[in-house]
Nanobody
């Protein structure tokens, strides 16, 4: 069973920054896509950002211009740089990865991001 190991969550003031990272527990030659979802209390889980092994990205409209997703293909590690954080960004952030385009996704255990003064 592959595990996605996340790190980087925490408490930050509005306008601050955080960087999340995620990597699988095993070794893989390539992973098709990696990304981040989030779920706030009482809301559905939503896509935040995703990046393919070829570098194609897509973002939720609410984070465009503030968040940047990147990955290190050699390490199969994905990063989410979050700037200008807002209280509305408060949620549990989940790492997601698909080994192949048709694969069942793997999920991380979630990391809490809280934006509050």
């Amino acid at each position: 069973q592959v595990q996605l190991v996340e790190s980087g969550g925490g408490l930050v003031q509005p306008g601050g920054s955080l960087r999340l990272s995620c990597a699988p527990s095993g070794t893989f030659s390539s992973i098709y896509s990696m990304g981040w979802y989030r779920q706030a209390p009482g809301k559905q889980r939503e896509l935040v950002a995703r990046i393919t092994s070829g570098g194609s990205t897509n973002y939720a409209d609410s984070v465009k211009g503030r968040f940047t997703i990147s990955r290190d293909n050699a390490k199969n590690t994905v990063y989410l740089q979050m700037n200008s954080l807002e209280p509305e960004d408060t949620a549990v952030y989940y790492c997601n990865a698909r080994l192949y385009i048709t694969s069942t996704p793997w999920w991380g255990q979630g990391t809490q991001v809280t934006v509050s003064s």
